[in-house]
């Protein structure tokens, strides 16, 4: 069963087309994602996940007020290395705002410079279960 | 040929793994698509071409301090929305950051809702040589 | 009795020193103010609400994971502004983190310039009972 | 002679006002003071200067397109802290968008946590002469 979690829309978020910036839906998913891994008891992880890729398609705006659901689900596990599908629903229309996917290198921080490793086997667990 | 233009990196773009968070790279594009509408003339078009689409492979860090040079050309001109391909250079370390392309459709804003419309003229001027 | 209301902190508010950078402090802020409109059923004052001025003390940092619980109070509720002080609590070592206040004025947009206006009675109705 | 900067105002820095959100003026003043410290061949310092106080009075709005001028001058140097005042001036309007000041604690972080010690010599020097 993939992950959801709701949050509103603010203000800070929209810009002057009075929607929601289009850098901003990338960091409402890495909310969703972070408060997935705190789920699982295992936030630390998430520092050690830099992004490798990104994809959206964006398909109805997001305005101030409006409850984004996110949904996310994991794609691909490997093992230096994870992909997550998401889509973001505007739970105040009912339509789908965007969706997309997310791609993350484990690493090791080793004198500022990140060295790629094995996935740790607690990020596996925390997003098990949400492929199906 | 491509357009260019350079921009420091600054604090508020870095997040707690000390290198610019990955949502800020879009925001570092977007800056230089606008520079280009700027030296056009036609700053304006750019409140009218919500994104559609967007993709990212991040290659390598940026830091505080670093210039970051983003190179935009275009990809393709249809009648309703345009593409762009992006490459982010560190060229305080010489390498690639990030490349990727946008999307982005023309609308019309009619009572708050987006409505696709042909394209402006002046958009495919701004960007006419880019591609070569 | 102030309102109060709690968000975890999130990656991408944090900067290099691994802590969140000074001016989100503020977007937690207007993310409080917000939900007490929203309690309310005022959502919409809010856009009409300007800035004039704010000020904030940094007691202690707030990190990723933290729990900041923010605390809002009526400070002065003027004809044409308003002005409110607010507490974050850092909820997951105890202690504030910040406290300050922010004064906003009544207008309208007309023409794209704002104008100053009454503040409309809902706004003080949002805000009642919040100074005791 | 106070230290002066001119930056475009970007899309992503407005919101659904139409005009650049309050707490980014913030992002815009540390911006300055980051080129500031460039300038002087010790933006390394600026890392370890956490803030401890800000205030601001907004004067009038910022618009995507605008160039705005930061102006900063030092107003206080103490052993262990500085401060110093800044103006915003819209070069597009001819008006005066912001002023205030910013204080901020010269800290080294031990172990993560900021431990107060006194500024170094190049922090003074990087501001000399900005207060005439």
Redesign the interface.
């Known amino acids: 069963m993939p992950f959801e979690a709701q949050y ?1 829309v ?3 978020e ?6 929601v ?4 839906f ?2 409402l998913v ?2 969703a994602e ?2 997935l891994y ?1 789920r699982a008891g295992v ?1 630390h992880v ?2 050690s996940l ?9 398909r109805a ?1 997001l ?3 409006d409850v984004a659901r996110v949904v996310l689900a994991l794609d691909e596990a490997r093992r230096r290395a994870i992909r997550y599908r998401f889509e973001i629903y505007n739970d105040s229309t009912g339509r789908l705002a965007a969706e997309g996917y997310i791609a993350a290198a484990c690493v090791e ?1 080793s004198g ?1 410079e ?1 060295r790629a490793v094995e996935c740790p086997e607690e990020l596996y667990r925390a997003w098990r279960g949400t492929d199906i």
Do not use: C, K
């Open positions: 509103y603010y203000w800070s929209t810009d002057a087309a009075g929607i910036h289009f850098a901003e990338f960091r890495e909310r972070e408060d705190r936030l998430h520092g830099p992004r490798i890729e990104a994809h959206i398609r964006y705006p305005r101030r007020g921080f500022g990140p």
